[in-house]
């Protein structure tokens, strides 16, 4: 047995990484393999695995080391690129071997090969270096493909069911258009490359099969110049468009010819569309304005290669065949109605009879540039099982034991035109207009669910007419944006582990179309503001590279190029907020390159973050203060504070006017621009010196009426003479004695009290805060019937928004203590600091950074030491601040560790590897 547990171990070591260097000696019969000391997997373009199209023409190549023994790291790489296997198995990088480079990096190194064309597909492989200066051999193959980069590769036309829309005012939608394309095949397929953007929703078909598991694609954008009527916040459009589309390889899915049998001849193949309305026709909703772009339309184009070589294109045109069918009406906000007593049969499979089709018409294409969608997708991320709470006369009743967005899933049987309406009910009891209809088409049981809404919701209610339910009649289909998992928190308070369970779930709930949104059902709008409060919260939570770097891209598109104003909400619908929400423009791409280590984004946006420092500038009073933004606009100050506490708007908005200048000049110095770095601190310094004069009481050392508030925006963004800070601070910690240690802030400045309060240690305030079971607080966790997180304190307005899950940071950042040294951005090297706070027994979290798991585990033992277990990735290094009042370490085993002062505080530097300490 024991040379098939060895190979077992090996095969465990190994996981998902290369099958490099591993050799295997033989002696007699017995057969030894060596295990390399670390191996190298995990490749990835642009966070991407195996990529099938990608527009950036220098994407970032990423890799992992994993490590058998402690202390592994990278001091050298080289990278091969090739157009072939075959090339790359003779170590030949016919577009870019990029020599031996010395260095630790191994995210986002930038391809510096050959210029990239359409279509080009490289294949690629990496070589590191480690401590030693000695090889580990060559990783595994990886690959990626680039997608149409010029708008003449597009041979295709955009093509709808109509040209022009009758009630271009009006909230009416008519029934989703239907396309097919039959075609023929004469030879044998090697490759069949699918490109297609339906606005707003898509569902691709080809010979009767789904293609993908996506759905409501593609992600939201700008997608075209729209007219933009009866707005209720005022808005200059000086927007930039933009359009995805998305790729498959669908050779798997046609048929083609089989030279090997003779007498074969062509083969007919069909391609299949349904569009929805999505964000492109959405009529549902118009408090905020009128602002629909127009009727749905398509462009699709399939790239066939042949076995000999020759190709052929199939595009859409006006030879394809429209109609309209069962699906009568789609909203995003209002849901679907459906009759299946129109269903088309086999419309999307050959040799359907479409001679009642009409022909589809060449339609004005989008004025937004098409560029492939790299964010993730929406997906059907899990099936639940709804509890059935019976049937009131032909009202029935079904409840999950948490909030979800997505939608039932339907399986009935009955008479020909029964019908059921499906009613979606939050947690707080409200519909929000959320249902679907279904007419059955009688017969055989039949299956449905919506393609192009998705509702939020905890219970169910179906009017059935005509049709008996039960416990098996429907599922619950958990739909959201793809973002993987990518931290973990558990501690010793059951409360706290409440609290971040809703903030998952919150926050899964509000993740669509690559943006999240302030609520799933009643607005559904990517609000910058409470983007910037809650993205530390999500980046701990979940792995966004892509869905980041989507989201800032629809926030440059909505923002004015003229002015420099940014708006509320991105892609742009409406709302209201201040400076705290155009400021996630400069606040998120920089905590992007803290988390992540990549300054594309700071170079890709810093002209437009700098044009919004400079906006604000303009926005000042007499007195440097910024009073409001747009002529006939709002602010919103500290949103939703408790009760009747309402901080001055301009003493928040003038504090993120520092706030963000303070940052540009931080992002300069990154980016190396001096001039700009000189020129902002400058700034800065007077608009410190204007909010003092405005807002300080030096007698009092408070700030405006000494609420939690307004000393809070001071004291965390710097604002505070630098000889009165500890002065302020204890003025805010009185305050927070004098009200029984609640929250009485809004979702700005939430966070912010928790990070002032845990940067001078004093997270034991900071967890008597998130510790409180009354209100103000999230005592109403406590309680079952809620399983998300609420929009106020009080619960007034809606149940699951994820502002206030900004407090989740604290979990990570402060409990568990892992956190980004802003001096060596993207977690290369990092900080363990846990607040080891008495009110809790034990403590676990990890992190999962590029280069790999960071684990942060505590436990205090009954004689009051510590157990530490912190995992360090191969390839980065961690400075351990031990917690307050401890000075010693040792190991497991009782062999003492060296402890050294750091600014005043005990740490140790731990390399990578699994270290298992005592601190006393």
Known sequence: ?????????????????????????????????????????????????????????????????????????????????????????????????????????????????????????????????????????????????????????????????????????????????????????????????????????????????????????????????????????????????????????????????????????????????????????????????????????????????????????????????????????????????????????????????????????????????????????????????????????????????????????????????????????????????????????????????????WHAFRKIEIIAKGVSLDQGSLVIEDVHTAAEG??????????????YSAYLRTQRANFHGSLSSDCPHRERLGYTGDGQV??????????????????????????????????????????????????????MPWLYFNYYGDTTLLQKHYMGMKQWVNYLETRTNEKGLVYKEEPDGWCLGDWCTPADIKIPEPLVNTAYFYHVTDLMGKIAAVLGKADDQARLAALAAKIRDNFNKAYYDPAKHTYWEGRQGSDVFALAFGLVPEADYGLVFNSLVKHLENTGYHFDTGILATPLLLKVLSDNDRDDIAFRLMDQRDFPGFGYLLDDKNSTLWESWNGDGSHSHPMFGSVIKWFFSGLGGIQPDVRHAGMQHFTIAPKTISSLDYCRSSYHSLYGTIRSEWKRAADGTLHILASIPANTTATYVLPAGLKTATDEAGRAIPVSNTDGKSTIRLMPGIRQLVLR
């Not at 964010?375 to 899990?382: E, G, H, L, N, Y």
Request: net charge positive; aromatic share 12%.
């Open 1 to 453: 047995m024991r040379p098939i547990l060895s190979f077992l171990a090996l095969l465990i070591f190994v996981g998902n990484t290369a099958l490099c260097a591993i050799s295997a000696i033989h002696s007699g019969d017995k057969i030894t393999f060596q295990v390399p000391e670390a191996a190298i997997g995990n490749l990835k373009c642009d966070q991407l695995a195996e990529p099938l199209a990608i527009d950036n023409p220098e994407p970032g190549l990423s890799w992992q080391m994993t490590a058998e023994l402690p202390g592994k790291r990278q001091t050298a790489y080289q990278i091969l690129a090739a157009s072939s296997l075959e090339l790359l198995r003779q170590n030949k990088g016919d577009y870019w071997n990029s020599g031996k480079v010395h260095s630790a990096r191994s995210v986002q190194i930038r391809y510096q090969g050959k210029p990239l064309a359409s279509r080009t597909k490289l294949y690629w492989k990496v070589m590191v270096w480690d401590e030693k200066d000695k090889p580990l051999g060559w990783s595994s193959t990886a690959s990626w493909s680039m997608g149409l980069l010029n708008a003449s590769d597009w041979k295709a036309k955009w093509i709808g069911a109509t040209q022009e829309d009758p009630y271009p005012d009006s909230a009416i939608t008519f029934p989703a258009p239907y396309f097919r394309k039959e075609f023929s095949t004469s030879k044998k397929i090697r490759k069949a490359i699918a490109y297609i953007s339906g606005l707003g929703f898509y569902e691709l078909r080809i010979n009767g099969k789904k293609i993908g598991d996506q759905v409501l694609a593609p992600a939201v954008t700008n997608y075209d110049k729209r007219p933009l009527k009866k707005l209720l916040y005022p808005y200059d459009d000086q927007s930039a468009q933009r359009v995805f589309y998305n790729c498959f390889d669908v050779t798997v899915d046609l048929s083609g010819v089989n030279p090997a049998k003779a007498g074969t001849s062509a083969r007919n193949n069909v391609i299949g569309i349904l569009l929805g309305n999505g964000w492109y026709n959405q009529r549902d909703r118009t408090v905020e304005g009128k602002m629909w772009y127009g009727l749905p339309r398509l462009i699709f184009q399939l790239e066939l290669t042949y076995t000999d070589g020759s190709k052929q294109t199939i595009v859409s045109d006006p030879t394809w065949k429209t109609t309209t069918g069962p699906l009568l009406k789609d909203g995003i906000f209002s849901g679907e109605r459906y009759d299946a007593r129109f269903d088309l049969g086999a419309w999307d499979k050959p040799g359907y009879v479409d001679k009642q089709w009409h022909r589809a018409v060449q339609v004005r294409p989008p004025s937004g540039r098409l560029q492939a969608q790299t964010a993730p997708f929406d997906k059907v991320i899990r099936i639940l099982q709804p509890v059935f709470k019976g049937q009131k006369d032909s009202v029935y009743r079904y409840h999950l034991n948490e909030t979800v967005s997505g939608w039932a899933v339907i399986r009935v049987k009955g008479p020909a035109g029964s019908s059921l309406k499906i009613r979606y009910i939050s947690e707080e009891g409200e519909d929000y207009g959320q249902q679907d209809v279904y007419i059955l088409k009688g017969g055989a049981t039949e299956r449905w669910s919506p393609r192009f809404t």
């Open 486 to 499: 990518n931290g973990t928190f558990e501690c010793s308070n059951p409360f706290f582990n409440k609290i």
């Open 534 to 587: 809650i993205m530390e919260s999500s980046m701990y939570a979940f792995d966004l590279f892509g869905f980041y770097r989507k989201w800032l891209d629809d926030i440059d598109d909505a923002r004015n190029r003229k002015t420099g104003f940014v708006t509320h909400t991105a892609p742009f619908g409406g709302g209201g907020g201040g400076p705290a929400w155009g400021s996630a423009y400069v606040i």
